[in-house]
């Protein structure tokens, strides 16, 4: 299937992670983990504005009372965009000083799930089996769901909200695990998709409107479609630079896959050859997708 990609958000990320859609005001919202940043880019006016962090931020999410969710460090945290003011939820991993949070993302019921991992010598070089994955409910609980993780990565619900998919992306595949949306328990944890040689890591991931896998391919420089029912790679979608980090769905009918991706560890003849890493793509690909809001 031919696709249009246009680089849309031109200034450079580190580690680009975490696009989320926000409907109401068409905006994109995303961090840049290392460079300690959150974005918001406005798709009408091309204007981007920024809150900066005192630790590495992986994930930030829209709060249905207003302001955002954030895995800063080892913290959760709420973010008042008008203030810029970051004040702390509930620090997790307190055994393990050198961990942070990474991936992250809101159930259909309102829980958010995020990752830990240990923070990395180099991209993708770090202490193994050190990060969990957790979820905080609406009362501000935190729920260990498990831990022996590298790097906690991509996650999502089916449309039926009765599995949940989750990458750690050192072991290279696409899990599965039944979920009951009324607790936000898991349970029978199994394999869908094993990447093939070249595609890459597995990194960030969204669902699409007919239940199939979106996965961008970090050092893999693509995004592939795969059908978590039968585990077959179903397109690929080739980016302009290596290091895709992760995607959503968005647009006004949710037709436009939006890639974050990243340049840290690149040196000049990298960046070079690959002037945009690190930049926001668009991929028409008419899949829409919303997110549980």
């Given at each position: 299937?031919?696709?249009?990609?246009?680089?849309?958000?031109?200034?450079?990320?580190?580690?680009g992670e975490g696009p989320v859609?926000?409907?109401?005001?068409?905006?994109?919202?995303?961090?840049?983990?290392?460079?300690?940043?959150?974005?918001?880019?406005?798709?009408?006016?091309?204007?981007?504005?920024?809150?900066?962090?005192?630790?590495?931020?992986?994930?930030?999410?829209?709060?249905?009372?207003?302001?955002?969710?954030?895995?800063?460090?080892?913290?959760?945290?709420?973010?008042?965009?008008?203030?810029?003011?970051?004040?702390?939820?509930?620090?997790?991993?307190?055994?393990?000083?050198?961990?942070?949070?990474?991936?992250?993302?809101?159930?259909?019921?309102?829980?958010?799930?995020?990752?830990?991992?240990?923070?990395?010598?180099?991209?993708?070089?770090?202490?193994?089996?050190?990060?969990?994955?957790?979820?905080?409910?609406?009362?501000?609980?935190?729920?260990?769901?498990?831990?022996?993780?590298?790097?906690?990565?991509?996650?999502?619900?089916?449309?039926?909200?009765?599995?949940?998919?989750?990458?750690?992306?050192?072991?290279?595949?696409?899990?599965?695990?039944?979920?009951?949306?009324?607790?936000?328990?898991?349970?029978?944890?199994?394999?869908?998709?094993?990447?093939?040689?070249?595609?890459?890591?597995?990194?960030?991931?969204?669902?699409?409107?007919?239940?199939?896998?979106?996965?961008?391919?970090?050092?893999?420089?693509?995004?592939?479609?795969?059908?978590?029912?039968?585990?077959?790679?179903?397109?690929?979608?080739?980016?302009?630079?290596?290091?895709?980090?992760?995607?959503?769905?968005?647009?006004?009918?949710?037709?436009?896959?939006?890639?974050?991706?990243?340049?840290?560890?690149m040196d000049e003849a990298d960046?070079?050859?690959?002037?945009q890493a690190g930049c926001v793509?668009?991929?028409?690909?008419?899949?829409?997708?919303?997110?549980?809001?």
């Open positions: 299937m031919s696709v249009k990609v246009e680089c849309v958000v031109k200034e450079r990320c580190e580690i859609w926000e409907e109401k005001e068409g905006t994109l919202l995303f961090v840049d983990i290392s460079g300690q940043k959150i974005h918001r880019w406005n798709s009408a006016t091309n204007q981007k504005e920024t809150v900066a962090t005192e630790k590495f931020v992986g994930c930030a999410v829209p709060r249905r009372s207003g302001g955002y969710v954030i895995g800063e460090g080892r913290s959760f945290g709420a973010l008042d965009w008008e203030s810029r003011s970051i004040s702390t939820i509930a620090v997790i991993d307190e055994d393990k000083p050198n961990n942070r949070f990474n991936d992250g993302k809101v159930d259909p019921a309102g829980r958010l799930f995020a990752g830990t991992m240990a923070m990395e010598e180099r991209p993708t070089v770090l202490e193994l089996k050190q990060g969990s994955l957790f979820s905080l409910n609406k009362d501000h609980i935190v729920v260990k769901h498990f831990n022996q993780v590298d790097i906690s990565n991509g996650l999502d619900w089916s449309l039926d909200h009765k599995t949940f998919y989750y990458i750690d992306s050192l072991t290279y595949t696409v899990e599965a695990f039944n979920y009951d949306i009324n607790t936000g328990s898991i349970s029978n944890r199994r394999m869908v998709y094993k990447m093939e040689e070249g595609e890459g890591i597995p990194d960030g991931m969204c669902i699409d409107a007919d239940g199939r896998l979106w996965v961008a391919c970090y050092n893999g420089g693509r995004v592939i479609q795969i059908d978590p029912q039968t585990g077959v790679r179903l397109q690929t979608v080739k980016l302009p630079v290596d290091k895709t980090t992760s995607c959503c769905f968005g647009g006004r009918d949710y037709s436009d896959l939006y890639v974050t991706s990243a340049c840290k560890g960046m070079a050859k690959q002037p793509f668009r991929v028409r690909v008419g899949y829409g997708m919303k997110v549980w809001l």
